[in-house]
């Protein structure tokens, strides 16, 4: 998809947006939604996580970006993160599918009549909306969960990369001030928070790359002033939904930096060549076994 394409897709608050905006200049935009984000022609966390896998993957899910329909997971996901972070929006956007037999006559009638009055709203089984509120109540009981949540929600930065060129893009869960630091909360579900679990989630999903690549961009928006910690809290998406916060220390923001800037030049490196190669061939010995088995 090329940027006129993009254009093309944006309403008209967004071209407004980038026709009076000099992206090489940090832009914070608080009050955007996620669609908006999207649209943004930058790099985000998530491509160069995909361009880790083979830049050949990160092409083709640009070229169905806006195509693909999101998943039942995806959807719920999404929905937590509203309700959680954007409880305005989420009550604005989402409504619960309510219990009609849809056998009878009667039913169908006010289930059409449903559809109806919901139309441009995303629906949500019965069972999802009471999961999330369940969940929702159980974050808030951890005080410390609660009290790291309780900041400015989904703020999204835009910046160039002063090496590469490459506008970057990032949209914070949460922005708080904890124990008098500036902190970036980041709110995950996973599937349990039992040890070395969620340590195996940050190397398949690029966590430690996020935290790099957050930390930066705040810091850039600040001019440098400042110097924020990160934390993630979890919370397992099945009964009683436990939460668990991870502090996250210096060395791994650092190191998470270092994998983004190098990510980074990569995907500069395709772009200015034209070249998005997929996996290189492998060879594979007795240890390499060995290491897979272990984990």
């Known amino acids: 998809m090329t940027l006129g394409d993009i254009f093309e897709d944006m309403d008209k608050t967004m071209r407004a947006f980038f026709e009076t905006t000099e992206l090489n200049e940090i832009t914070k935009g608080e009050h955007m939604t996620e669609k908006q984000y999207?649209?943004?022609?930058?790099?985000?966390?998530?491509?160069?996580?995909?361009?880790?896998?083979?830049?050949?993957?990160l092409e083709y899910a640009k070229s169905l970006a806006g195509y693909e329909e999101p998943t039942p997971a995806q959807i719920f996901g999404t929905a937590m993160h509203a309700a959680i972070?954007?409880?305005?929006?989420?009550?604005?956007?989402?409504?619960?599918?309510?219990?009609?037999?849809?056998?009878?006559?009667?039913?169908?009638?006010?289930?059409?009549?449903?559809?109806?009055?919901?139309?441009?709203?995303?629906?949500?089984?019965?069972?999802?909306?009471?999961?999330?509120?369940?969940?929702?109540?159980?974050?808030?009981?951890?005080?410390r969960a609660d009290a790291l949540l309780s900041g400015e929600h989904e703020t999204t930065y835009v910046w160039e990369d002063a090496e590469t060129g490459e506008q970057c893009k990032i949209?914070?869960?949460?922005?708080?001030?904890?124990?008098?630091?500036?902190?970036?909360?980041?709110?995950?579900?996973?599937?349990?928070?039992?040890?070395?679990?969620?340590?195996?989630?940050?190397?398949?999903?690029?966590?430690?790359?996020q935290a790099g690549m957050y930390t930066e961009g705040l810091a850039v928006a600040s001019n440098f002033t400042i110097d924020a910690g990160f934390v993630f809290v979890c919370q397992e998406k099945t009964p009683p939904y436990a939460v668990r916060i991870y502090d996250v220390d210096p060395g791994f923001v650092e190191q998470g930096n270092r994998q983004f800037h190098e990510l980074l030049r990569y995907y500069h490196q395709c772009r200015e060549t034209g070249e998005w190669p997929g996996y290189a061939d492998g060879y594979l010995t007795r240890d390499e076994w060995e290491e897979v088995a272990e984990e």
């Open 85 to 143: 972070l954007e409880p305005e929006r989420f009550n604005q956007e989402y409504v619960t599918a309510p219990m009609i037999d849809k056998r009878t006559k009667a039913g169908k009638e006010e289930w059409q009549a449903f559809v109806e009055q919901s139309a441009g709203k995303i629906v949500l089984s019965r069972e999802d909306a009471e999961q999330i509120q369940e969940m929702k109540a159980a974050l808030h009981r951890k005080e």
């Open 171 to 209: 949209r914070l869960d949460c922005l708080t001030t904890y124990k008098g630091r500036p902190t970036i909360v980041d709110y995950k579900t996973v599937r349990t928070c039992e040890d070395k679990a969620f340590e195996r989630e940050c190397r398949t999903y690029g966590y430690k790359v």
């Open 38 to 57: 999207n649209q943004i022609p930058a790099v985000r966390r998530s491509d160069l996580i995909l361009l880790r896998r083979s830049p050949e993957h």
